[in-house]
């Protein structure tokens, strides 16, 4: 994979107007607020295009602004000491990354990747700050979505330590299940190379725990990523 200036001049950059199908209406930390308040933050923020597989930010580069998707997906990995690939999280639209940047100079520590053409608004820490004195509320808000990420990573981390690779992928299949939904049928949110380095495992492994997962009956490969959940119970005892 091919690194890339993470802030070249040959992105599509301009300043976001007051779109409130986008950006910052579509985000848990800025949403609540009221509609001129937004608007006061879009007008800071840059609008910046990415082409699939383009690096948007890499570890060890200066962590000073906001990402927020606008369109398209984002995965957010980072790579051992020997170069092998741990992917982190997936960013859809609505979702952000470099919020540690809000607090203090740092580095990233991680790397982000489109996945597809990804439209990114930029929001610089300097600007941010000041509506974090502002609004108080996107503090609270951040502070959640902190909490929300460090639970997810406590639980992958244990997972890794504890469960074997079939219940790592049966806990997986079964967390993407629409609890609102009717149906038991669920679209992967990733490739099987991504869900393979997501649950610390290589792509052959997913595979062939599939087909063992669809051999004992509690699942149905429809497709690469369409798959139906037969036996939600035996699933979850795997």
């Known amino acids: 994979m091919n690194s890339k200036d993470c802030h070249s001049?040959?992105?599509?950059?301009?300043?976001?107007?007051?779109?409130?199908?986008?950006?910052?209406?579509?985000?848990?930390?800025?949403?609540?607020?009221?509609?001129?308040?937004?608007?006061?933050?879009?007008?800071?923020?840059?609008?910046?295009?990415?082409?699939?597989?383009?690096?948007?930010?890499?570890?060890?580069s200066q962590s000073d602004s906001l990402y927020i998707v606008n369109k398209g997906?984002?995965?957010i990995y980072r790579l051992s000491d020997s170069g092998k690939e741990q992917l982190v999280r997936i960013l859809n639209p609505g979702d952000f990354t470099g919020e540690l940047a809000l607090f203090n100079e740092a580095l990233h520590e991680s790397f982000?990747?489109?996945?597809?053409?990804?439209?990114?608004?930029?929001?610089?820490?300097?600007?941010?700050?000041?509506?974090?004195?502002?609004?108080?509320?996107?503090?609270?808000?951040?502070?959640?979505?902190?909490?929300?990420r460090l639970e997810q990573s406590e639980k992958q981390t244990t997972r890794f330590a504890t469960e074997k690779v079939e219940?790592?992928?049966?806990?997986?299949?079964?967390?993407?299940?629409?609890?609102?939904?009717?149906?038991?049928?669920?679209?992967?949110?990733m490739s099987k190379k991504d869900l393979a380095s997501y649950l610390?495992?290589?792509?052959?492994?997913?595979?062939?725990?599939?087909?063992?997962?669809?051999e004992c009956g509690y699942i149905k490969q429809k497709s690469n990523k369409n798959i139906e959940i037969i036996d939600l119970d035996e699933l979850l005892l795997v």
């Open 200 to 214: 610390g495992t290589t792509p052959e492994t997913i595979s062939r725990k599939l087909t063992d997962l669809e």
């Open 112 to 148: 982000a990747e489109a996945m597809v053409e990804t439209q990114v608004c930029m929001i610089k820490r300097s600007e941010l700050q000041e509506f974090l004195l502002k609004y108080p509320s996107i503090s609270l808000k951040i502070l959640a979505e902190f909490s929300k």
């Open 73 to 75: 997906k984002i995965r």
């Open 9 to 60: 001049e040959v992105h599509n950059q301009n300043h976001c107007k007051g779109n409130y199908n986008s950006c910052v209406s579509l985000v848990p930390i800025f949403n609540h607020l009221r509609e001129e308040q937004m608007d006061e933050i879009m007008k800071t923020a840059k609008s910046v295009t990415y082409k699939r597989g383009e690096i948007i930010y890499q570890a060890g």
């Open 167 to 189: 219940t790592r992928l049966a806990l997986f299949l079964a967390e993407c299940l629409d609890s609102g939904a009717q149906t038991m049928e669920i679209v992967l949110p």
